[in-house]
């Protein structure tokens, strides 16, 4: 290329003007490509650094009733192991990248979610077992094209039941998006709301309707170009 601009410049069938504007053009593209592949990575590595300030990690917590005592005495709660996976993603991540060491704690009431909620926020897991996901997913319920079933039906309900496991839309023309094994089919969800409760903070949820879908959302935003 510096050969090319050599050429151009010192060849005499081009008037001084001519050779000029070529060289400008060339250069231009030369910049407007290497914009092209930078400017994503700028903006993800500005997303992310800011996120990592004043960072907490919400992960799910499954109560023991829902979990045979495998010992005698009190048992502790348990973090399903793909969510296991995801914070660890995370935490490397943001320890390695950013020299952060975010706070990580698990709800044991959904109003404990007003505690934290003033700064960064990433929940990691669906509201089946996360406290914080179920509390910020009905708080801007109107705004989502789609929703978790189990955040949408009255009256009782239970942890296991195979028919919540799907999304639904208010929208009649969209079709609810439903987990199925038998044809290897799951889906998650990302959700971004930046200055919801902090107009310098954001909530990142990372979920799933499975814990296998919440781990492939962890993946997928993290590979994904900013903004999302």
Known sequence: MIELLKKLVNDSSFGPGVAASLVAGLLTLIVSASLKVRLPRISNWI???GFSKDLVIVVSEVPTEYDPHVRPGQQP??????DAI???????????????????????????FDRIKHRNVLVIGGPKYNLACMS?????????????????????RTVQDPDLKQFVSKEAELKPLVCNP?????????????????????????????TLASLGAAKWIRTRRFPF
Do not use: M
């Open 77 to 82: 709660q348990l973090t399903p192991i793909c």
């Open 47 to 49: 997303f992310w650094s």
């Open 182 to 210: 038998a044809d290897e089919w799951d889906f998650g969800c990302v959700v971004l709301r930046e200055g919801l409760f902090q107009s310098d903070r954001s909530v990142l949820v990372v979920a799933g309707l499975s």
């Open 86 to 112: 995801v914070l660890g993603d995370f935490l490397h991540f943001f320890r390695s990248t950013f020299r952060a060491e975010p706070e990580v704690v698990s709800l044991a009431q959904e109003s404990d």
């Open 136 to 156: 910020f997913l009905r708080e801007i319920d109107p705004d989502l094209p789609y929703q978790f079933k189990r955040l949408r039906v009255q009256g009782q």
